[in-house]
């Protein structure tokens, strides 16, 4: 399909740009064995990830998505995340195919770019900035950049404020149903990655404008 030209794009992290399970996983089995903990693998941790590391925290202590953990547990084990994920930010981490092309050629093009994330500014800009992505952005709002993060659509319009667009004549490129979600309350039109974090769930349920398999997909699809 074909889309409306926008005229600024939004790309999240996680899932979309770059693969962080890896440094993610490491860091999670490294904070269970300190705290005397199972260890829970990168395959739970893949389905764990994409709202942000307080939430991957309680994942990995309760086994389960939804719960929560004993609140001494938690305060005891998120402190030890930060630590370790703070000198394990990209160690293991990289871009998916097609990424860096795909950025090259919409900035060539002259599309102003934004990235928007749930994960914290601190781990956010070293790891864009480490895999040599960070100058292709105007703007990278984190999950603690403003009071709520996505799926609220906050972040969203926030961007398209900075940048002088209209909501509907902005895109977001994402991989989960908060991008999702987050795009439709903004008034975004919304493209997905097939490859990304979705909590184990097929993207294209949650109708997107378009899913793609590789990012060099992308430019094909605007106008």
Known sequence: ????KPEMILFDVDGTLVDSVPDLAWCVDRMMERLELPTRGEEKVRNWVGNG?????RRALTDQMDSKPDAALYARAYPVFLELYADNTSKRSYLYPGVRKALETLSKIGYPLGSVTNKAEQFTLPLLEQLGIRDHFRIVISGDTLPRKKPDPLPLLHAAE???VQPQNALMIGDSVSDVKAARAAGFQIVC??????????????????VIDTMTKLPRLLP
């Open 1 to 4: 399909m074909s889309l409306n």
């Open 53 to 57: 590391v307080e939430a991957l925290v």
């Open 162 to 164: 900075f940048f002088g």
């Open 193 to 210: 990655m097939s490859y990304g974090y979705n909590h184990g769930e097929d993207i294209c349920d949650s109708s997107p404008d378009a």
